[in-house]
């Protein structure tokens, strides 16, 4: 039993939707989530610029004690993924792999869209994660980068969102693929939307619950689950607090408690 907390990061607070499905799959883990919100978002950024950034996440993390992190950032784990398992002392999981498991799992006509943001679906990591597990699907990509900024501002079924995801979507539409991954944590919030845009035939792909269960899977191969007791979830930010509690109590479905800022 190990009762050291779990640490989530990500560049805003998208990856709260990967913190919940880690609270209902590991009710007995404290979790310590870190939102880079002074410098949300990652996707218009360089390579190296979200390896520095998150390597910087890393070290805050480690220095908190936790016992592995978790990476609930798309374009964080497809850039620097291999960057921060080579630089940490604990098991590092990312998002991508377990959400081409579960598209791969669900396509029935191997036609598969992934949408993200304009740098998860430059670096290609969907693509090849994918193809990796079925090399004949066909993957349709395209980046959405109004998204972000559309869910960070809470306009989830807004008028105006609603047409720029009808133009985002409608290349995935003509090349009528069967599944919809959401390549990035934000995106599950605008699901309702989606849904509604891709029509009713499209599964659309959130691999929070994925990554929850590869987590859940890591930990008890390292013997490193908390098995009850005692527990507590602690959210810390890089900047504007006010916002994150206002918006983040949306993902969550109630309010956040033990909200800490901390600028990197």
Same mark, same amino acid.
């Given at each position: ?7 989530v990061?990500?560049?805003g %607070?998208?990856g709260?939707?990967?913190a919940r499905?880690l609270f209902e !799959?590991?009710p007995?883990? #404290?979790i310590i989530?870190?939102?880079?919100t002074?410098? *949300?978002?990652?996707?218009?950024k360089?390579?190296d610029?979200?390896r520095? +950034? ?11 004690g ?6 609930a950032?798309?374009? #964080?784990t497809?850039?620097?993924?291999g +960057?921060l398992?080579? !630089?940490?002392s604990v098991?590092?999981?990312g ?6 498991r579960a ?11 992934v %949408?993200g943001?304009?740098?998860?679906i ?7 994660a %994918?193809t @990796?597990?079925?090399p004949?699907v066909?993957? /349709?990509?395209?980046p ?15 008028p105006?969102a609603?047409? %720029?995801?009808?133009? +985002? ?6 090349a ?7 390549g990035c944590?934000h /995106?599950?919030?605008l699901?309702?939307?989606l849904?509604?845009?891709?029509g009713?035939? *499209?599964?659309?792909?959130?691999? @929070?619950?994925?990554?929850a269960? *590869?987590?859940s899977?890591?930990l008890? !191969?390292? $013997?490193l689950l @908390? ?5 507590e979830?602690?959210f ?5 607090e006010?916002h994150f509690?206002k918006? $983040?109590a949306?993902?969550? $479905? ?11």
């Open positions: 039993m190990n009762k050291a907390p779990l640490g990061f990500d560049s %607070i998208g709260l939707t990967v499905a !799959r590991l007995n883990e #404290s989530y870190f939102g880079d002074a410098r *949300v978002p990652y996707g218009p360089s390579p610029t979200v520095r +950034y998150s390597a910087e996440i890393l070290a805050y993390l480690l220095k908190r936790v016992k592995a992190v978790v990476i950032c798309n374009t #964080s497809a850039h620097a993924l +960057y398992k080579e !630089r940490s098991p590092v999981v998002v991508i792999e377990p959400g081409a598209a791969v799992a669900a396509t029935k006509t191997g036609t598969i869209g %949408i943001t304009a740098g998860t430059a670096s290609g990591a969907y693509e090849r %994918i @990796a597990l079925r004949d066909r993957v /349709y990509s395209r959405c980068p109004l998204f972000v900024p559309l869910v960070e501002e809470g306009w989830f079924d807004h105006a609603e047409l %720029i995801a009808r133009e +985002y979507l409608e290349p995935l539409k003509r009528q693929v069967d599944v919809l991954v959401l944590t /995106y599950p919030l699901k309702k939307l849904s509604r845009v891709m009713p035939d *499209v599964k659309l792909v959130d691999s @929070a619950e994925e990554t269960k *590869v987590v899977d890591e008890e !191969r390292q $013997g @908390a098995n009850g007791g005692a527990h979830h602690r810390v930010v890089s900047d504007d006010p509690r918006v $983040g949306l993902f969550l $479905g109630g309010k956040l408690k033990q909200v800490e800022v901390a600028p990197l």
